[in-house]
């Protein structure tokens, strides 16, 4: 299985969600092609590795949910 991994401030962190929006959402929906249910990796500039579950995908961002 492949690890995808995205980079992001940590302002799009807010509990155990996670707001990709910009280049990274972007890459991941219209690149890659990931669906709700597949897992990423996130990366914060305070460099916290976090394990995610895509949770929705909208236009505009990819909701993740910390797991």
Do not use: A, P, Q, W
Request: net charge negative; glycine share 4%; with cysteine.
């Amino acid at each position: 299985m492949r690890e995808y991994r995205f980079y992001i401030t940590k302002e799009n962190i807010k509990g155990d969600v996670v707001t990709l929006d910009g280049d990274e959402h972007n890459h991941l929906s219209k690149v890659l092609r990931l669906n709700v249910g597949d897992n990423v990796t996130i990366i914060s500039n305070d460099n916290l590795v976090r394990d995610c579950e895509i949770t929705n995908i909208t236009k505009r961002d990819t909701i993740l949910e910390v797991l």
